[in-house]
Every structure is written in C-alpha cells, then in structure tokens.
C-alpha cells in the first residue's frame, strides 16, 4: 500500500453531482443520490459532514471504496412545514476521503482516518445545496406568468406604436401591461438585490478549516454514532469479563491448592497426636530395658 502522507492535488475519488438538489414540497422529505468513483488503486474511506446534521439523513454516511469502483449514498432532507426564502439554503456538506491499509472493511473505519494531525492526505470536497421546485407549483406557475409576460412585452416593442393607440380600449390594455412589466421589473430588481446581498454570507461561510466551517461529524439521528459507541463499549466491556474470568479462575486454583494443603496439614497433626499418645502410655521399652540390666547387675553383685 502507498504511504498515507501524499501529494495535496491527487485525485482519490470523483465526485458526482457537485451539487445537492432537492426538491421542496411542504411535509414530504427529498432525496439526493450521490455517486463515488475511486480513481486510485488503494482502498479508499470516505465520510460525509454537513452544517445541518438535524435536517438531513445520510445512508451510508461512511464506507470502503473498492480500488477502481464506484459507491453511491443517499441524503434525505426532512419534510419541512414551510419553504424556505427565496428558496435558499445556506446548508453544505463536506466529503472527506483518504487512503486506508488494504482489505479494511467497514467496521474497520475509525475516527483518525479522517484527523489531520495525523499528517495523513484527506481528500475534501465542498458540497452545496440547491432547492428546486416542484412541477404546477406557485413558484413554476409565477415563472411561467413572468415569460407569458415577457414575450407579450416583446410583441408590444416589435409592433409599430401607431397600432397600440388605434383605440382606447387598446390604449388602457397597453397601460395596464406596462404597469405589470414596471411591477415585474422592479419586483425582480429587488429579488436581484436580495440575492446579491446574500452573497457575501454565502462566501463567508465558505471556509476551508472543520473548525472555521462549523461542520459536525454527520449521522442519522445520531443513530450511527450511538452504535460506533456501542461497538467500543460493548468491545471494552468483553476485554474486561474475559480478564474477570482468568482472575476467577486463577483464584479457584488458589483456593483449591490451598485447601489441599490445608487438608494435608491436618491430616499430619493428627498423625502427630495419635503418635505422642501412644508414647506417653505406659513406661517406654528401652526404660524396661534399662531397669532389668540393673536388677540383674544389682543381683550378681549381692550373690558373689
């Protein structure tokens, strides 16, 4: 496998599309499909971050990439009670990607792949959002008024005038049209200004750090975080039960060797005691011994 450290302009993985698009329909959710191409030929992991972790939903929002394969994932953007302004979103996500050693699997994924204080090389790229309306909505059909309007405008200005006055009523039907494209023009002047003051904002929040761009670490409803945790817990909670286990067990062989010894121990006291006994009944034979030597000396020595 390469070294993790490489160069700051190599392409990992392709990204398509560059931009999200949902479209916005009051109280239904949308979903964007996002597609990952591996260019190189290391195994690649990737993880997704957005600004707005309680609007949308990824799935997977991290996994392996084969070398030379592709590997798609879902965002879903919640159902919403009302459209958001000028149908603008400030949201945006970030795709990091990186090289991991060869044949990791997904469960193999760790929060320091993505660390740069590792000096590892992490492919980012920028991902902004983009609403679309949906067809026979208010906004399509104002869109539509606007070009019926605008094409009406074209037809009055390609006319010669002298026709436009033949009559008063085509008189005031020239008036009334005009005030609606001076109201269209101005309302789009304004839209326009709107538009360009958001701008900077947008730019602003455009920033290259994690820390200046506020993005946190993506996950559904927290759900696939929580279950990374688990999976910690529940690992360090089985290191600990098979250590209790061998602690338990070397602690039963313990109390067993010692209640052997225990056992043995009594077993020779008893023995002792049942031995002193035995001595301490009656004279001991070598005083008998000693005491008929003496008679019988005591005797020769009186005859003779």
Do not use: W
């Not at 499909?33 to 260019?39: I, P």
């Not at 455009?206 to 817990?233: M, Y």
Request: hydrophobic letters at 40%; charged letters at 25%.
């Amino acid at each position: 496998m390469r070294k993790a450290a490489m160069g700051a302009g190599e392409m990992l993985v392709e990204i398509h599309p560059q931009e999200l698009k949902f479209t916005i329909e009051l109280k239904k959710q949308s979903t964007c499909s996002v597609q990952l191409a591996n260019k190189s030929k290391d195994f690649v992991a990737f993880k997704v971050k957005t600004t707005s972790p309680k609007r949308y939903c990824v799935r997977p929002n991290t996994g392996i990439i084969l070398p030379g394969s592709t590997c798609d994932f879902i965002v879903t953007m919640q159902a919403s009670k009302e459209t958001p302004p000028d149908m603008q979103l400030k949201d945006k996500f970030l795709i990091q990607s990186t090289v991991v050693p060869y044949g990791s699997m997904d469960e193999d994924i760790i929060p320091s792949f993505f660390s740069k204080e590792t000096g590892r090389y992490i492919q980012e790229n920028k991902l902004k959002v983009v609403l679309v309306s949906p067809p026979h909505s208010p906004e399509v059909e104002t869109n539509n008024q606007i070009l019926k309007q605008d094409l009406a405008f074209k037809a009055l200005d390609s006319a010669d005038p002298i026709v436009t006055v033949e009559s008063d009523s085509k008189s005031e039907l020239v008036k009334e049209v005009l005030m609606v494209r001076e109201n269209s023009v101005s309302n789009n002047g304004a839209a326009t200004n709107e538009a360009n003051q958001g701008e900077p904002i947008l730019k602003e929040t455009c920033i290259a750090s994690d820390q200046e761009l506020g993005i946190a670490n993506f996950t559904p409803l927290h759900v696939a975080k929580d279950i990374d945790d688990l999976k910690l817990q529940l690992d360090s909670l089985v290191l600990e039960l098979n250590e209790a286990e061998k602690t338990i067990a070397s602690l039963r062989e313990e109390t067993n060797a010692s209640t052997q010894e225990r056992d043995k121990l009594k077993g020779e006291i008893a023995l002792l005691r049942r031995y002193t006994a035995k001595d301490q009944t009656g004279f001991p034979f070598f005083f008998v011994v000693f005491m008929v030597l003496v008679g019988m000396a005591l005797g020769y020595a009186l005859n003779s």
